[in-house]
Nanobody, 125 residues
Framework: HVQLVESGGGSVQAGGSLRLTCAHSGATSGSVCMGWFRQAPGTEREVVSV????????YYGDSVKDRFIISRDGAKNTIYLQMDGLRPEDTAVYLCAAKESNYCHNWRTWRSWSRWGQGTQVTVS
């Protein structure tokens, strides 16, 4: 059973940076595909970035390409999301997610993910 805990959200001015962290437990770090989604009030949950269980493959939503970088530390069972060049439209609750597989099939579709953290608020003004 995978448990996910996010941290690192906050408020920042446009153009600033934040780094989100998601610590996961209950499964071998290298065994699960992990990702970040975000959801603003009244909008559909959308994918931000995804990383495979072995860290060899990363994927990004179109709106964050070239601004955000996802990474993982297998030894610490943790993934990170470095967010640079933040914009007001990045404001949302950011949620960490995990699959039960090393592979990230159907990664864009939030309903295909089985585990979720509680979320951390990111506000850009």
């Amino acid at each position: 059973h995978v448990q996910l805990v996010e941290s690192g959200g906050g408020s920042v001015q446009a153009g600033g940076s934040l780094r989100l962290t998601c610590a996961h437990s209950g499964a071998t770090s290298g065994s699960v595909c992990m990702g970040w989604f975000r959801q603003a009030p009244g909008t559909e949950r959308e994918v931000v970035s995804v990383i495979s269980g072995d860290g060899d493959n990363t994927y990004y939503g179109d709106s964050v390409k070239d601004r955000f970088i996802i990474s993982r530390d297998g030894a610490k069972n943790t993934i990170y999301l470095q967010m640079d060049g933040l914009r007001p439209e990045d404001t949302a609750v950011y949620l960490c997610a995990a699959k039960e597989s090393n592979y990230c099939h159907n990664w864009r579709t939030w309903r295909s993910w089985s585990r979720w953290g509680q979320g951390t608020q990111v506000t850009v003004s």
